[in-house]
């Protein structure tokens, strides 16, 4: 905040350069980012800066506290105004816009010296004056992202109405989370055009975000049903007039209803849409489609089905030849007795809207037959494939092998049945995508290693294995991998459609009963040579020895956040981790109990190889530490494990060594040390006997930069403690 003040100011050089110097400082201090106190005196040239003349600050507060700018340099007495407001990151409706939400906020401010409310009903604005409002909102949007400048605001427009209707229409729904599909809606439907599509799209996933109360909203779909403008149309159950004759101008179209069946009188207001969503909650058996309901849907680009019956081997959307997008969600086969088509046709010819199609996404609906050879032989331009709670493995173990080609992203995960099948079955799957770029296996409990083939994805940047209790040894080099996830805990409730980890909020909150059983048999994680790693969660994996992240981009290393219930590690690798700041080791609770080897080289550099010292002889030791800094702040985050082991007199071995050498292609290899060769002294000693001996390398000095040397840069302890150390 305050540094974004400073750049509205364009204060000097000299006093910006202090961000970036303290930033650098609290990175090595594994400082959160959120944490991270004002510059008091980048505050003092603000304050002199504003203090020469008037001015205005808009202040755009997404939190709903006060914050007191004089802290940041804000002039408190001086001839200004300041003009800020509450939560404003989301579109937010909901009753809780009372006097009783008002007074409420009113008795947190202080500062303030004027509270401007308003008790509008979201509910009594026309349908044009929320367009309005989200016309404004897009051009916000559009101004935070740069990759965006240039875009029709009417398409930015269009996403958010979209995203609203969405969220109305799954409001309270628990069964499914289509809306984490949004990025692909926008380009399946066709509101943008190919080009830069996915960067948009990526971009506006996380601004188009609603806080609503479902009586308000209820409320304000209904000014925009009775609308002709409207695009989109939301029908529950309680809508008598689902069936009366309406003009053919809706775009998107959802139904969910519980009591009442659909019927071919719905076809007249379903022709010209572009986008379906259809759901049939019941807790009967799934009503069965009218075999012709979409036989005039020649403008379908998105249609999403749950809880329907309909014949697998000649589905009601058959004839929608330019379908993008086709979800289904516990949709089961119901056979067709009345079809007058013939059963028996060309495939090309009866299943050819498989060959526009870009995304299939099949949720606990086992629907064998869209997975057969020749079917998979048509999907020529499908990017995405997401199967989730059926059987997974053997419908399509095999047939991935050198078919569909341009797969960007595959999610075959929580298999309902488990089959007894070999690594061999699936060694194969991945052999020609050369385009993969999202690979999640989350809940294939029954997999044994990774898929051989997987080395020929060579533009694999997201690998998520959450729930993969069978696998023992995780190896992978794959320099373009950002992300990684395994949690023993279980698979994610939901994902997005973006190129990101599954949100917090959708894992597992803790291990169950059940989850304390199982057996979570991963014992070493090697990402080696990912060289773009940065993001990475490791959960629930009691059996986990060995962790290898060499030459990775991890920037702070947490223990708290990152690495979680790792009870048993032993060794650490983080060689070659030239980006590498700080190591949070977290609590007590957190930090692994038995870590016996440390190893850590912070030059970049070609081979990480492990250093030659690790002989027999050391075996004895209950921790060695093994580390080379080119920076000596870098040495503080030892300071735990090291203070933990000396306190329980430990018999360690520390080789610390600071270095000027920017880059080392061979390993340095320190010398081996007998028992005979034991020091006594105190941590807080500035003798250098704790680092390896100065004479071994010719390049160590005292001091990096402007950072203490290399006895300082370790925490001073409260009183010194004996150990020994070799």
């Not at 009503?287 to 589905?315: D, E, H, I, M, W």
């Not at 020929?456 to 959450?466: G, I, N, R």
């Not at 590690?569 to 609590?587: P, V």
């Not at 002889?617 to 082991?645: E, G, N, T, Y």
């Amino acid at each position: 905040m305050q540094k974004r003040i400073a750049e509205e100011l364009r204060l000097d050089h000299k006093t910006m350069s202090m961000f970036d110097e303290l930033d650098e400082e609290d990175d090595f201090n594994g400082v959160d980012h959120g944490s991270r106190d004002r510059v008091r005196s980048v505050a003092a040239v603000i304050d002199r800066t504003l203090r020469e003349g008037r001015f205005m600050m808009v202040f755009i507060n997404g939190s709903d506290d006060e914050v007191l700018l004089g802290r940041l340099g804000i002039p408190e007495n001086s001839d200004c105004m300041i003009v800020w407001t509450f939560s404003t990151r989301c579109v937010t409706m909901g009753s809780y816009y009372t006097y009783t939400y008002t007074n409420k906020i009113a008795e947190k401010l202080r500062y303030t010296d004027v509270l401007v409310s308003c008790h509008s009903s979201a509910g009594g604005l026309s349908s044009s004056q929320f367009m309005a409002l989200f016309s404004e909102e897009a051009a916000n949007i559009v101004a935070r992202h740069p990759c965006m400048q240039g875009v029709d605001l009417t398409t930015v427009v269009d996403c958010c109405l979209y995203g609203l209707h969405l969220h109305h229409s799954f409001h309270g729904t628990t069964g499914f989370v289509w809306p984490t599909h949004s990025s692909n809606y926008w380009i399946c439907d066709g509101i943008m055009q190919q080009g830069k599509e996915n960067e948009i799209s990526n971009a506006l996933h996380p601004e188009i975000i609603f806080e609503c109360d479902a009586s308000v909203l209820d409320a304000v779909f209904q000014k925009f049903n009775d609308d002709p403008k409207t695009p989109f149309l939301v029908v529950k159950d309680g809508d008598d007039d689902i069936y009366e004759e309406r003009p053919n101008y809706y775009r998107w179209i959802s139904i969910s209803l519980k009591n009442k069946k659909v019927h071919e009188g719905m076809q007249n207001i379903l022709e010209r849409a572009s986008s379906t969503f259809l759901a049939l909650e019941t807790k009967h058996r799934p009503y069965r489609l009218p075999n012709t309901l979409f036989k005039q849907c020649n403008k379908l680009g998105v249609l999403v089905l749950s809880c329907c019956a309909f014949s697998f081997v000649s589905p009601p959307f058959l004839h929608c030849n330019k379908l993008r997008f086709v979800g289904l969600d516990n949709c089961t086969h119901q056979n067709n007795n009345t079809s007058s088509e013939p059963e028996r046709r060309d495939c090309i010819t009866k299943w050819a809207f498989l060959q526009s199609l870009w995304v299939l996404d099949l949720r606990y609906t086992d629907w064998g037959e869209i997975l057969s050879e020749e079917k998979i032989g048509l999907m020529a331009n499908i990017t995405e494939l997401n199967i989730e709670g059926a059987r997974c493995w053997q419908y399509t173990g095999q047939l991935l092998e050198k078919r569909l080609p341009y797969l960007q992203r595959i999610r075959i995960i929580k298999p309902t049945h488990q089959e007894e099948t070999t690594s061999l079955d699936i060694n194969n799957s991945f052999v020609g995508k050369k385009q993969l770029e999202i690979l999640d296996l989350s809940g294939n409990s029954d997999m044994k290693s990774l898929p051989t083939s997987l080395s020929e994805a060579s533009k694999l940047q997201v690998l998520v294995l959450d729930g993969c209790d069978g696998l023992e040894n995780v190896v992978l080099h794959n320099s373009l991998l950002r992300s990684f996830s395994f949690d023993g805990y279980g698979p994610a409730s939901h994902w997005t459609s973006t190129g990101k980890l599954p949100p917090t909020s959708s894992r597992p909150k803790g291990p169950s009963a059940v989850d304390n059983k199982k057996d979570v048999r991963a014992c070493k994680i090697s990402l080696e040579g990912c060289t773009l790693l940065e993001d990475l969660f490791l959960r629930g994996l009691p059996n986990l020895e060995e962790l290898d992240l060499s030459g990775c981009a991890i920037k702070v290393f947490d223990f708290g956040a990152m690495v979680v219930d790792v009870p048993r590690l032993k060794r650490l690798f983080l060689l070659g981790c030239e980006n590498l700041r700080a190591i949070k080791w977290g609590s007590d609770v957190q930090r692994p109990k038995l870590l016996e080897l440390i190893c850590i080289d912070t030059r970049p550099r070609v081979g990480c190889a492990r250093p030659l010292s690790l002989c027999a002889q050391q075996k004895s030791f209950q921790l060695q530490v093994h580390a080379i800094f080119a920076d000596a702040r870098l040495a503080r985050s030892l300071w735990a494990p090291i203070d933990s082991a000396l306190s329980e007199d430990a018999h360690c071995y520390f080789n610390i060594n600071i270095t000027s050498s920017a880059t080392c292609m061979e390993t340095i290899q320190p010398e081996a040390t007998t028992d005979k060769e034991k020091v006594t002294g105190s941590i807080d000693d500035q003798r250098h006997y704790d680092i390896a001996a100065r004479d071994m390398y010719c390049d160590i000095f005292t001091k990096v930069g402007n950072s203490p040397t290399p006895m300082q840069a370790f925490p001073q302890r409260d009183s010194a403690v004996e150990h020994h150390c070799s």
